[in-house]
């Protein structure tokens, strides 16, 4: 069977009547918002990403944790808030990503807050630079339960890996990535499914053939290409691609740059999904890399008290109103993810 046909069905088998219906309640309620302009949640989020930490032992250009810029404060996630907030969302909850900022191998007991998720039947994936992934590592990573591992991959060459991931080591990678395919086989496990992520920047972007191929000596499920965010992309930037096909921006007749993404208003992530912080912070979506939306914090309240909260409705009732006037959505590519 084909890998991702099976991942899919491996998905699909985590669903139960509950979160059927509430994945029900949720469309529904988008739905209902978009057509009336009046904000109305029903049922809890589809997805959530949890951080395990802030930390990483990379200094990637375009990154927060890369290059310490962090404004809010940075730790490490406690495995008691975690499963609190597991136990309050496992009836509703489909899929688990176990990133936000950071690496989450870093995490002493990271791959046991994989399995206790696991354990419940929620789909979990994370995202990792594949940096600490040693034998004993890779096979209590199959052993957890994961679902999804993606790997961060931007070259096939040193020197083209380290223009963005500055500091890492493309061997160290690979192997990694072998250890865990190895044990998948030992263990007789179809799970975690491996995927390459290839982020397209300026300095790698011919070497997208090559990293397909790769994958493909190595054993790897998938490779995704993932257009990147620039933050200061205006005046064009090194890591912006030339083939416009795997750029978020568009190159303007006065030279300028600006995002192909048309900002409308509206936005399906503010009803199926949310970010947890590493300290329990609640904020609306990846995007708001610095905790800059708070809607709530997990310390003080229930999830279900937060997500329903007047803060977080008047905040999507804004995005209805006019998403170009919030701040972290003028940089939006929501949608702009190109597949191999």
């Not at 219906?21 to 918002?33: D, E, G, P």
């Not at 096979?139 to 679902?147: I, N, W």
């Not at 961060?152 to 020197?159: C, L, P, R, V």
């Not at 708001?288 to 803060?311: C, N, R, V, Y």
């Amino acid at each position: 069977m084909n890998r991702n046909i099976w991942d899919g069905l491996n998905f699909l088998s985590k669903l139960t009547p509950r979160r059927a219906w509430n994945a029900a309640r949720i469309v529904s309620s988008y739905l209902y918002s978009r057509a009336t302009g009046s904000p109305k949640i029903k049922g809890l989020p589809i997805s959530i990403s949890f951080e395990p930490t802030t930390s990483c032992n990379l200094r990637c250009p375009e990154c927060p944790s890369g290059l310490r810029s962090f404004t809010r404060p940075t730790g490490m996630l406690q495995e008691g808030l975690f499963k609190k907030t597991i136990d309050e969302l496992e009836e509703s909850l489909m899929y688990l990503l176990f990133y936000f900022q950071g690496e989450p191998f870093l995490h002493a007991n990271f791959l046991d807050l994989v399995k206790y998720a696991s354990d419940k039947k929620i789909y979990t994936a994370t995202s990792t630079n594949a940096h600490f992934l040693s034998e004993d590592i890779a096979k209590k990573t199959v052993l957890s339960g994961l679902d999804r591992l993606i790997i961060s991959i931007d070259g096939t060459t040193q020197e083209t890996y380290q223009s963005y991931r500055v500091g890492g080591n493309l061997h160290k990678v690979i192997e990694g990535t072998k250890n865990v395919v190895k044990w998948k086989k030992e263990l007789k496990s179809r799970t975690p499914h491996i995927v390459f992520q290839f982020l397209v920047v300026g300095p790698n972007e011919h070497q997208i053939g090559e990293v397909k191929k790769l994958a493909k000596v190595l054993g790897v499920d998938e490779v995704g290409l993932k257009t990147a965010q620039v933050y200061d992309y205006k005046n064009g930037s090194e890591f912006i691609p030339v083939n416009d096909k795997y750029s978020r921006y568009r190159k303007n007749t006065d030279g300028t740059y600006s995002i192909k993404n048309q900002l409308l208003d509206h936005c399906w992530k503010m009803w199926h999904s949310c970010v947890i912080t590493w300290d329990g912070k609640v904020v609306p979506c990846c995007f708001d890399k610095d905790a800059h939306h708070e809607m709530g914090q997990l310390t003080g309240a229930d999830f279900k008290e937060i997500w329903e909260s007047k803060p977080y409705q008047r905040f999507r009732q804004s995005l209805i109103n006019s998403r170009s006037e919030v701040e972290m959505c003028r940089n939006c590519t929501e949608g702009t993810r190109v597949w191999a």
